[in-house]
């Protein structure tokens, strides 16, 4: 009986598992995603604890308990500092991996050195190198977001630095494969493992810059998934073997999708050393910038027909996303066709901005993917820059020599007129100028953007009598 509720309570949660991936697709579905996922958790809990038998709920208890103390302020983190969450939930599970692995090593070899075949050998070398790089990892990954004074953001760098990594991952690789062949002679090589395997994860993320931690937070979320993954064949559990693989894969498509919206390779994220300070172009000539006011600008916006808003890191700062809501039920009841432009790296986080005009109720329908947005961008009146810089830089397009050269942009300087709000006129995330704000058809609206969208509602209000 107990292995019949053990197998349905598995097979349930694996279920689940797949099907809130397949819900987090939609944020229509998003949120019954989130709730499939941690009632699979549960599920996989209670079969685990069924499974297993003998109980220790003291310490059981304990877990749950430090499980929730430390969870739950993890949850009150703000949206913008979600990357820096998610790495510092890698960095957990990272470390938990690593540390059931050695403790099932030691456990084993003081068993007798039957229990160490080379099957488990290969799962648990697998499981504490992946384990403990992901750990570390994920740990400065979160540093570095964070902006931790003793982290470094820029990439730092040194002669033979990708040969000297390579070197040491391969040290510890030979390592662990002596350690498969002979897990009870070469015993003393399992903490060298462990202590090259943390190196590792520090020395891979040293010389990677913090515009591309995003991309690799979600990389380091594949070598988690493998690590569990590892984990579920150490501990005989084959529904973590199915969710590890499910983490791992998901993990390595996001990167991938990231990758592409900003035109990199895997290789030259990681090994690339990008977010380096450019070097200024010397001798240009000094570009101005028209600002314009909130009370021009609403006049203007007062006559489009056809209005495109780009919304940017800049709005999640600013918090702005309701004024936004306001903003654009004013411009709807003006009769003008108001739609979002959507850029897949916007903000900070994948589906950033999806998330926050989600928060403000504006419909789903309303939000254009890039390259649809695009298509139109000639006929649109007037394009309102919310807080975007680097996914509006027409240098994308065409100055080879720019570090975001390539990436795919929402072509803004296409429209008929820019309208674009920022605070100052320093750079965004790349740490490069704009060529955007000194169009002949831009104006800038210099402020916070929630202040700025606040003062554009409150004039196209004021006005709303006259038509
Ligand atoms: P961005 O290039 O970082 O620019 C954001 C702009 O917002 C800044 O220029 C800033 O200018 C302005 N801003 C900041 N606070 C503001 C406030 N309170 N009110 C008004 N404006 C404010 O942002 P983006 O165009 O969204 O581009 C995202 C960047 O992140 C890209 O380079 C992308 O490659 C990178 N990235 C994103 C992801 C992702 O998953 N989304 C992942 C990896 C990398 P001021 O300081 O002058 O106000």
Not at 299 to 307: D, I, W, Y
Not at 370 to 389: C, F, K, R, S
Not at 403 to 411: A, L, S, V
Request: hydrophobic residues 55%.
């Amino acid at each position: 009986m107990r292995q019949l509720l053990v197998e349905a309570s598995s097979l349930a949660a694996a279920v689940l598992f797949i099907l809130s991936l397949h819900w987090m697709n939609h944020p229509r579905t998003a949120r019954r995603g989130v709730l499939g996922g941690v009632s699979a958790m549960a599920l996989a809990v209670v079969a685990a604890l069924l499974a297993s038998g003998i109980v220790n709920w003291g310490w059981i208890g304990l877990a749950i308990a430090l499980g929730f103390a430390v969870g739950i302020p993890l949850s009150w983190v703000p949206l913008t500092a979600v990357p820096q969450r998610t790495a510092l939930s890698h960095a957990f599970g990272g470390l938990a991996a690593g540390l059931v692995g050695t403790a099932k090593y030691y456990l084993w070899l003081t068993e007798g050195p039957e229990n160490l075949t080379a099957f488990r050998m290969v799962a648990v070398v697998a499981e504490i190198l992946l384990g403990y790089l992901t750990f570390t990892g994920s740990l400065m990954a979160a540093g570095k977001l964070q902006e931790v004074r003793w982290i470094p953001q820029r990439p730092v760098t040194y002669p033979l630095q990708n040969a000297s990594n390579l070197g040491l991952l391969t040290i510890a690789l030979i390592c662990g494969v002596l350690l498969i062949f002979r897990p009870v002679e070469l015993a003393v090589l399992f903490p060298v493992v462990i202590a090259l395997a943390l190196a590792f994860g520090v020395l891979l993320i040293i010389p990677i810059g913090g515009a591309d931690m995003p991309t690799v937070i979600s990389l380091l979320n594949a070598y988690a998934g493998l690590s569990a993954v590892a984990m579920g064949f150490v501990l005989d559990n084959k529904l973590l073997v199915t969710a590890g693989a499910l983490d791992g894969s998901s993990g390595l498509i996001l990167s991938i999708i990231m990758c592409r919206a900003m035109n990199r390779s895997f290789s030259n994220v990681l090994f690339g050393a990008f977010g380096q300070l450019q070097a200024k172009a010397a001798g240009g000539e000094a570009k101005v910038a028209k600002a314009e006011t909130a009370e021009g600008a609403a006049q203007v916006l007062e006559t489009a027909s056809r209005v495109v808003i780009v919304p940017g890191y800049g709005m999640a700062v600013a918090q702005a996303q309701h004024r936004v809501r306001e903003l654009f039920d004013q411009l709807r009841k003006r009769g003008a066709d108001v739609k979002f432009a959507i850029h897949p790296v916007a903000g900070r986080m994948p589906g950033h901005m999806n998330v926050l005009l989600a928060e403000a109720d504006i419909p789903y329908d309303r939000l254009v993917e890039m390259e649809d947005i695009n298509l139109e961008m000639p006929q649109v009146d007037v394009v309102l820059v919310i807080g975007a810089n680097d996914v509006v830089n027409p240098a994308a397009r065409h100055d080879k020599g720019s570090p975001i050269y390539g990436m795919p942009i929402i072509d803004a300087d296409k429209a008929r007129m820019c309208l674009a709000i920022k605070r100052t006129m320093n750079p965004g995330f790349a740490g490069i100028e704009n060529e955007l704000y000194f169009s002949e058809h831009t104006y800038m609206l210099f402020g916070d953007a929630k202040a700025v969208v606040g003062e554009l509602v409150k004039q196209l209000s004021g006005t709303s009598g006259m038509h």
